[in-house]
């Protein structure tokens, strides 16, 4: 397995355009998240799925992020309209279990002007 | 806020030397793991230690665990610059996700 994928590596794009990451996770995988990391806060989680359902988006820091996995090999996180604070590397992970061993993508680093 | 939180923030060392990373956290944990970062590249996971573990090795790497406290170090002994890396502890409190800490810079200089 090629390890978790995320498209694309690197997005630099206006405040109020519309951004989209995506994310497919490794094979077999029944947990799939998505993390942010910046300087100020670290990495934070902000949404994880389940066997392709939504379990936590408490994480989630506004209406303007939305996250959707249609199926066991995609996953996307959307923001819309962007915003300058948006900025940051957006990091997908996927693990067989919840609580085991996390397998990270090279995250997409978002640059919002 | 964080889960967990490493100290110090920052290391520098020589090369052969060891490094030895601390990690608190606030809640009762199911297990705890250590992951690396390299700059610009996703974490790598790097050991995990179970609640009823006190100690666990792998390599170079020596991992304990003292719930009593809400602790954890990692020690790299006789680094190379290649550890050359940030390092985060990551618990998992039965949410089903885990819960990364700020995470400490390790510089190994050759």
């Known amino acids: 397995d090629a390890g978790v994928i995320q498209s694309p590596r690197h997005e630099v794009t206006e405040m109020g355009q519309e951004v989209t990451l995506r994310c497919k996770p490794i094979s077999g995988h029944d947990y799939l998240f998505w993390y942010r990391q910046t300087m100020m806060r670290g990495l934070e989680l902000l949404i994880y799925f389940n066997n392709n359902v939504p379990i936590d988006d408490s994480g989630m820091p506004e209406d303007r992020f939305s996250a959707k996995m249609p199926n066991a090999s995609f996953s996307t996180l959307k923001i819309q309209p962007s915003e300058p604070r948006d900025s940051a590397v957006y990091f997908c992970?996927?693990?067989?279990?919840?609580?085991?061993?996390?397998?990270f993508g090279q995250g997409t680093r978002l640059t919002v002007v | 806020s964080q889960q967990g939180e490493e100290d110090p923030q920052a290391l520098s060392i020589q090369e052969g030397e060891n490094a030895t990373m601390n990690c608190s956290y606030k809640?009762?944990?199911?297990?705890l793991q250590w992951y690396r970062q390299n700059s610009g590249r996703g974490l790598v996971h790097l050991i995990l230690i179970r609640s009823n573990e006190r100690e666990k090795h792998s390599g170079r790497l020596r991992v304990t665990l003292d719930t009593s406290k809400k602790s954890s170090s990692l020690l790299i002994t006789a680094s190379r610059a290649a550890d050359t890396a940030s390092y985060f502890c990551a618990t998992d409190t039965g949410r089903r996700a885990l819960t990364f800490g700020s995470g400490t810079r390790l510089q190994v200089q050759p």
């Open positions: 992970a996927s693990s067989l279990e919840g609580w085991t061993e996390a397998f």
């Open positions: 809640t009762s944990i199911n297990n």
